[in-house]
């Protein structure tokens, strides 16, 4: 990154951690009165949406860095390569399959690029009916 321009490198965030995260929980961007924090996204909670991911683990109220869209989530494990992978119902955990329980959001977290790599590409949650 030392070699590009200012300004250009990795799409990522800096924000309070308004929980203890670990590495890899995929996150949620949320207004905290006013102010930006991020938290575990869950797949069961309606607005707790995936807008990211932490790739080392926070403590509750440390400036976590958040990676965004177009970045890849490496260090998991059991993933089918070329596989989509969904927000999952523990929070910050991502799956193979989409949900289809009544009031979890089903949302597309990205492509598994091998086993053990994720590359985060989000689409729009929907609440299911």
């Given amino acids: 990154v030392s070699v590009l321009p200012a300004g250009v490198g990795q799409n990522t965030v800096s924000l309070t951690a308004s929980e203890a995260l670990a590495a890899n929980d995929l996150v949620s961007i949320w207004n905290d009165v006013g102010t930006a924090k991020v938290r575990k996204a869950d797949g069961t909670t309606e607005g707790k949406e995936a807008h990211g991911f932490v790739k080392a683990g926070y403590a509750l109220n440390a400036s976590a860095t958040v990676s965004l869209p177009g970045n890849v989530m490496t260090g998991r494990s059991g993933m089918t390569p070329g596989a989509r992978q969904y927000l999952g119902t523990t929070a910050g955990a991502r799956v193979e399959s989409p949900l289809s329980t009544t009031g979890n959001v089903?949302?597309?977290?990205?492509?598994?690029?091998?086993?053990?790599?994720?590359?985060?590409e989000p689409e729009e949650p929907v609440t299911l009916a």
């Fill in 106 to 120: 089903h949302q597309m977290v990205g492509i598994a690029g091998s086993a053990s790599t994720l590359v985060f």
